[in-house]
């Protein structure tokens, strides 16, 4: 089993904006999204994605597809029934950073 996670992401960060033409200097804003079991909590992916306020291009929509493979085998192994997708934001009030995310499908598709 492989699964196709695909999604507009947009990232607005406060000192992206200030510099659009520079890049921040270290990356104090994260936004990850994670597969995890729905029982448990426990992550399924090995590296899941994750996207600082690095990004570029700052404050304009970017399209962006995943596939994931080798699903069968992890949910199989660990005899998961339930996948919950985690989307998750962490920022600071110093420079706050804005993680927007549009069109989000998550689809499966079985062998």
Request: proline share 3%; aromatic share 8%; glycine share 4%.
């Amino acid at each position: 089993m492989s699964a196709t996670l695909s999604f507009s992401l947009n990232v607005r960060s406060w000192e992206g904006l200030l510099r659009s033409s520079a890049r921040a200097k270290s990356s104090y804003d994260n936004f990850t999204l994670d597969l995890q079991d729905k029982a448990t909590g426990d992550t399924i992916l090995t590296n899941p994605l994750i996207y600082t306020n690095q990004f570029q291009p700052q404050g304009e929509w970017v399209s962006i597809e995943v596939t994931l493979t080798g699903l069968d085998k992890l949910v199989h192994e660990r005899g998961i029934q339930q996948v919950r997708l985690v989307l998750q934001a962490t920022t600071d009030s110093s420079n706050p950073t804005a993680f927007i995310v549009d069109n989000l499908k998550f689809i499966t598709h079985c062998q």
